[in-house]
């Protein structure tokens, strides 16, 4: 190895997590070497794409406890880096590089200029300013550690060695197999944040519709869900899909993608009280129409779906008003396969958690070797959690790396 690249902290992937692990090393000693490798020509891709294009950062969730409950794996490891770097740190590290973050309802927060371009560009200013050193169009062959040092050959060059090595490679089978090359357990990947295909939903006349809040389950488990659903042409989506998505991820897999879903559209109300509820219409209104009488706050396409809108509360028998309101609070859809939510792709799996410190970020097994973000068998629902992963595990391997030096 005459002829070789040398640094004391290499990052192999521009992403999120590289990223930030780089820009926190060079920070804290200046002087040392910093590098991050990307195999594409592209830098911060899920950056540029998160949130339509606008990057959900972060989420304002300010409790380490309760920030770490979104994260269906990872969850009991990142309560401690929580409480080092959350999204209140979040905050503050953009607005001291003149980045301000707003909140929304749902406690998604975003650049306030609602363009992701204005994350890279803060990104790619502060490594300029520090001095870290970006080299794409890199395809790394091998990864060896030799004598105390990690060579990565790349195809048609020479190698790059480093003291450190950081895997930032996000959820990339290469980058698995190179966390597995150096002695590490790979938890078999499964996509994780989807949407449901129902192909024979009857409710894709009514695509686009919202309903604000419904009980998403998968029967014969726990796995429940809350929140709003959008009805799509392929079936069903919105946050209530997402984030049960994540959570039944694996189940989902090994049941080969065909599983069957139960809606409850009234999930604040019992069977019985929505029963009791169409019994009190029909008996203080009986002439009124179901549709001007809207008994429950659904939008009203939705109940075209549930009782013809020109029908009476009189004329809605016991019988139906049992069917009807069994329907609303169990309907059974079969689900068959999933579609990718917008152009953002999450997985389920990665390198296995105990082989990891979560106070370091560094390896069990290979000393020196660190990682950080989706590499990683960790992964949140939807709302910027992900990116807090990244943020919070790349700046505590960043942190590390740069204190025996």
């Given at each position: 190895m005459k002829n070789f690249f040398g640094f004391d902290f290499i990052v192999l992937g521009g992403g999120a997590a590289g990223f930030f692990a780089a820009l926190r090393a060079k920070e804290l000693l200046p002087h040392l070497k910093v590098a991050i490798i990307e195999k594409s020509g592209v830098l911060l891709s899920k950056v540029r794409i998160s949130g339509g294009g606008r990057c959900n950062v972060t989420h304002a969730c300010f409790d380490p406890s309760l920030l770490s409950k979104n994260y269906p794996r990872g969850e009991k490891e990142l309560i401690g880096p929580f409480h080092r770097f959350q999204p209140r740190d979040t905050i503050e590290w953009f607005k001291e590089r003149g980045v301000s973050l707003i909140v929304e309802e749902d406690g998604r927060m975003f650049p306030s200029t609602h363009n992701s371009e204005t994350i890279i560009d803060c990104f790619l200013s502060e490594a300029k300013r520090l001095g870290v050193e970006i080299f794409l169009r890199q395809k790394v062959g091998k990864i060896e550690k030799k004598d105390e040092v990690f060579v990565l050959e790349i195809e048609g060059k020479e190698p790059f060695v480093s003291r450190h090595l950081l895997l930032a490679t996000g959820s990339h089978k290469e980058g698995w197999a190179f966390a597995a090359s150096l002695g590490h357990t790979i938890i078999s990947a499964v996509p994780s944040l989807f949407t449901f295909n129902v192909p024979d939903s009857?409710?894709?006349?009514?695509?686009?519709?919202?309903?604000?809040?419904?009980?998403?389950?998968?029967?014969?488990?726990?796995?429940?869900?809350?929140?709003?659903?959008?009805?799509?042409?392929?079936?069903?989506?919105?946050?209530?899909?997402?984030?049960?998505?994540?959570?039944?991820?694996?189940?989902?897999?090994?049941?080969?993608?065909?599983?069957?879903?139960?809606?409850?559209?009234?999930?604040?109300?019992?069977?019985?009280?929505?029963?009791?509820?169409?019994?009190?219409?029909?008996?203080?209104?009986?002439?009124?129409?179901?549709?001007?009488?809207?008994?429950?706050?659904?939008?009203?396409?939705?109940?075209?779906?549930?009782?013809?809108?020109?029908?009476?509360?009189?004329?809605?028998?016991?019988?139906?008003?049992?069917?009807?309101?069994?329907?609303?609070?169990?309907?059974?859809?079969?689900?068959?396969?999933?579609?990718?939510?917008?152009?953002?792709?999450?997985?389920?799996?990665?390198?296995?958690?105990?082989?990891?410190?979560?106070?370091?970020?560094?390896?069990?097994?290979?000393?020196?070797?660190?990682?950080?973000?989706?590499?990683?068998?960790?992964?949140?629902?939807?709302?910027?959690?992900?990116?807090?992963?990244?943020?919070?595990?790349?700046?505590?391997?960043?942190?590390?790396?740069?204190?025996?030096?």
């Amino acid at each position: 190895m005459k002829n070789f690249f040398g640094f004391d902290f290499i990052v192999l992937g521009g992403g999120a997590a590289g990223f930030f692990a780089a820009l926190r090393a060079k920070e804290l000693l200046p002087h040392l070497k910093v590098a991050i490798i990307e195999k594409s020509g592209v830098l911060l891709s899920k950056v540029r794409i998160s949130g339509g294009g606008r990057c959900n950062v972060t989420h304002a969730c300010f409790d380490p406890s309760l920030l770490s409950k979104n994260y269906p794996r990872g969850e009991k490891e990142l309560i401690g880096p929580f409480h080092r770097f959350q999204p209140r740190d979040t905050i503050e590290w953009f607005k001291e590089r003149g980045v301000s973050l707003i909140v929304e309802e749902d406690g998604r927060m975003f650049p306030s200029t609602h363009n992701s371009e204005t994350i890279i560009d803060c990104f790619l200013s502060e490594a300029k300013r520090l001095g870290v050193e970006i080299f794409l169009r890199q395809k790394v062959g091998k990864i060896e550690k030799k004598d105390e040092v990690f060579v990565l050959e790349i195809e048609g060059k020479e190698p790059f060695v480093s003291r450190h090595l950081l895997l930032a490679t996000g959820s990339h089978k290469e980058g698995w197999a190179f966390a597995a090359s150096l002695g590490h357990t790979i938890i078999s990947a499964v996509p994780s944040l989807f949407t449901f295909n129902v192909p024979d939903s009857p409710w894709k006349e009514w695509s686009g519709l919202v309903i604000e809040k419904v009980g998403l389950s998968i029967p014969g488990t726990s796995l429940r869900q809350v929140g709003p659903l959008l009805i799509t042409h392929f079936g069903f989506s919105g946050p209530a899909a997402l984030k049960l998505s994540a959570w039944a991820a694996r189940y989902f897999s090994e049941r080969k993608e065909e599983i069957d879903l139960m809606i409850d559209f009234l999930p604040d109300l019992s069977l019985q009280e929505v029963i009791a509820r169409f019994e009190s219409a029909k008996k203080g209104a009986p002439s009124k129409t179901v549709l001007s009488q809207n008994l429950f706050g659904l939008p009203k396409n939705a109940w075209k779906f549930f009782v013809p809108g020109e029908k009476r509360m009189n004329d809605l028998s016991t019988q139906e008003i049992g069917m009807v309101s069994r329907h609303l609070k169990g309907a059974i859809y079969h689900v068959k396969g999933k579609t990718t939510n917008k152009e953002e792709f999450v997985t389920c799996g990665g390198v296995d958690l105990k082989e990891v410190h979560f106070k370091t970020m560094e390896s069990k097994i290979c000393p020196n070797l660190f990682f950080a973000g989706e590499v990683l068998n960790i992964d949140g629902i939807t709302g910027g959690f992900n990116f807090q992963n990244a943020w919070t595990t790349g700046f505590i391997a960043g942190s590390q790396v740069s204190k025996p030096l």
